[in-house]
C-alpha cells in the first residue's frame, strides 16, 4: 500500500485560503488520491478524490501534478467550521481497503 | 433516508466482558469496514467485508471478531482479548472495497470505555 506523510498539524485565519500537502512516493498506477475530513467525535467525511491534474467541488480542489508522487487539498477562505482533521489516502487498486494516516490537524482562527 | 448507523452512541462494559457494536446500512452497498481511534490518533482498520459471509483482517484485528451475515449488517465483537478496548470505533461501508473512486461512508461511531 502507498503511504503517506502530510503536515502533522497547520493553522490558519478565516478567510485564507489553506493548501495542505501530502507525499505518496509509492502510488501504484491505478490508485486514487482521496481527502476525507473529520471534526471530533464523527467519522470522516468525504471531500473530494482525484486521478491526476486537477479536481474541483464546491468545497475545495485537489492539485495533483504529473509524476503523482504528491497532492494538494486546497480548502479556499476557510472559516472557523474547517477547524477539522484531514486525511490523505492513496488507494484503490486491488480488493484491498484504503489506510488512514495520522493526518493533519487545521486550526482556524478568527 | 439512506444512511450507516451505529448503537449504541456511548458503551461502558467491565474489563473482561465481551461486547459487540452494531453497525447496520441501507445503501446497498457491499463492502463495509470497521475502524478503530484512540485519541489524537488516526483510523486502523480491524475488519473489513467486501461481500456476504466474507471478511478480512485489517492492521489490528486480534482481539475482535467480526460476522457478515447480511449485506446490511456488520457487527464487531471486542472480546475479553483485546488488551486495551477502550476507544472510539467507526463503522463504514462503501459500494465495493478497493476499487477506483470508492468513497466510504461513516457512520457516527461508538465510544467503549471499558471499566
Known amino acids: 500500500l502507498a503511504k503517506t506523510t502530510q503536515p502533522i498539524s497547520m493553522d490558519s485565519y478565516e478567510g485564507q485560503e489553506v493548501n495542505i500537502t501530502c507525499s505518496h512516493n509509492?502510488?501504484?498506477?491505478?490508485?486514487?488520491i482521496t481527502w476525507y475530513q473529520q471534526f471530533p467525535s464523527q467519522g470522516p467525511r468525504f471531500i473530494i478524490q482525484?486521478?491526476?491534474t486537477k479536481v474541483t467541488n464546491e468545497v475545495a480542489s485537489l492539485f495533483i501534478p504529473a509524476d503523482r508522487k504528491s497532492s494538494t487539498l486546497s480548502l479556499p477562505r476557510v472559516s472557523l467550521s474547517d477547524t477539522a482533521v484531514y486525511y490523505c489516502?492513496?488507494?484503490?487498486?486491488?480488493?484491498?481497503?484504503?489506510?488512514f494516516g495520522s493526518g493533519t490537524r487545521l486550526q482556524v482562527q478568527p | 433516508d439512506g444512511g450507516i448507523t451505529q448503537s449504541p452512541k456511548y458503551l461502558f462494559r467491565k474489563e473482561g466482558q465481551n461486547v459487540t457494536l452494531s453497525c447496520e446500512q441501507n445503501?446497498?452497498?457491499?463492502?463495509m469496514y470497521w475502524y478503530r481511534q484512540d485519541p489524537g490518533q488516526g483510523l486502523r482498520l480491524i475488519y473489513y467485508?467486501?461481500?456476504?459471509?466474507?471478511?478480512q483482517k485489517g492492521d489490528i484485528a486480534e482481539g475482535y471478531s467480526v460476522s457478515r451475515e447480511k449485506k446490511e449488517s456488520f457487527p464487531l465483537t471486542v472480546t475479553s482479548a483485546q488488551k486495551n478496548p477502550t476507544a472510539f470505533y467507526l463503522c463504514?461501508?462503501?459500494?465495493?472495497?478497493?476499487?477506483?473512486?470508492?468513497?466510504?461512508?461513516f457512520g457516527p461511531g461508538t465510544r467503549l470505555t471499558v471499566l
Open positions: 463504514a461501508s462503501s459500494i465495493m472495497a478497493g476499487v477506483g473512486n470508492n468513497e466510504q461512508f
Open positions: 509509492n502510488i501504484a498506477t491505478n490508485d486514487y
Open positions: 482525484g486521478y491526476k
Open positions: 489516502l492513496v488507494g484503490g487498486t486491488g480488493r484491498r481497503a484504503l489506510t
Open positions: 445503501l446497498n452497498h457491499d463492502a
Open positions: 467485508s467486501q461481500i456476504v459471509n466474507d471478511f
